[in-house]
């Protein structure tokens, strides 16, 4: 089954702590891509991924970092996690044609205390 | 600066009826648009999209209208059902441009009552 998962689904953590969300996609895609959903908000990108080794900022880049080691993988990583960053993020993979859409994972809910 | 607009929060309709959302854009480069819908607890679905070569795009009960001149694009729902349910995103980007550049409006709250 064509899908994109993401882990955890649910997180609760503290300022300060370290974390990483994995995201994982298994239909070969070259692009892959991380958003927030705030409410009032919609959907901001935070980090892209055109290829392996090819990482660009979003709207919204500050306090994350990506890695896109291998082209099923594109982990967010919290380095220090902050209040402001309690969000429901997403994790999105597409092809590189014209008229391809974005496939996303379920999401993960992360509450910063 | 916004580039893509949805500017009702929610919206509410009767099972059966036409229900209507709307997005407006800003950006005349924009030329490839797509509508996402999302149920509680899940990712974001594609649902359907209209490049600007093409003024409407037909799939079973959901119609995307786009008016260039305008730069408006409307999603219609015939008829509403109760699992029509959901937030919908409008959402644009060049047609030949990569996928990183697409943008998302803030999502609309669709309420079918049976």
């Known amino acids: 089954e064509a899908q994109v998962t993401q882990n955890p689904r649910y997180l609760i953590t503290v300022t300060g702590k370290k974390l990483t969300v994995t995201c994982s996609q298994n239909?070969?895609?070259?692009?892959m891509s991380w958003y927030r959903q705030d409410p009032g908000l919609g959907l901001r990108q935070i980090y892209y991924?055109?290829?392996?080794?090819?990482?660009d900022k979003g709207d919204v880049p500050e306090g994350y970092k990506v890695s896109r080691k291998e082209k099923r993988n594109f982990p967010l990583i919290l380095e220090s996690p902050s209040p402001n960053q309690t969000s429901l993020y997403f994790c999105?993979?597409?092809?590189?044609?014209?008229?391809?859409?974005?496939?996303f994972g379920p999401g993960t809910r992360l509450l910063v205390l | 600066d916004q580039q893509v607009k949805q500017n009702s929060p929610s919206l509410s309709v009767q099972e059966g009826r036409i229900s209507i959302l709307n997005c407006d854009y800003t950006n005349s480069m924009f030329d490839y648009f797509l509508w996402y819908k999302k149920y509680p607890a899940e990712g974001p679905t594609f649902l359907i999209s209209i490049s600007s070569i093409k003024d409407k795009n037909e799939d079973g009960r959901f119609t995307v209208f786009l008016n260039k001149s305008a730069k408006h694009l409307s999603l219609h729902i015939v008829p509403s059902q109760p699992g029509d349910s959901a937030v919908y995103f409008c959402?644009?980007?060049?047609?030949?441009?990569?996928?990183?550049?697409?943008?998302f409006g803030k999502g609309t709250k669709l309420s079918v009552k049976p």
């Open positions: 991924s055109m290829n392996v080794e090819v990482t």
């Open positions: 959402a644009a980007r060049t047609y030949g441009g990569s996928q990183g550049n697409l943008i």
């Open positions: 239909m070969n895609h070259e692009y």
């Open positions: 999105a993979s597409g092809g590189q044609g014209a008229g391809e859409t974005q496939y």
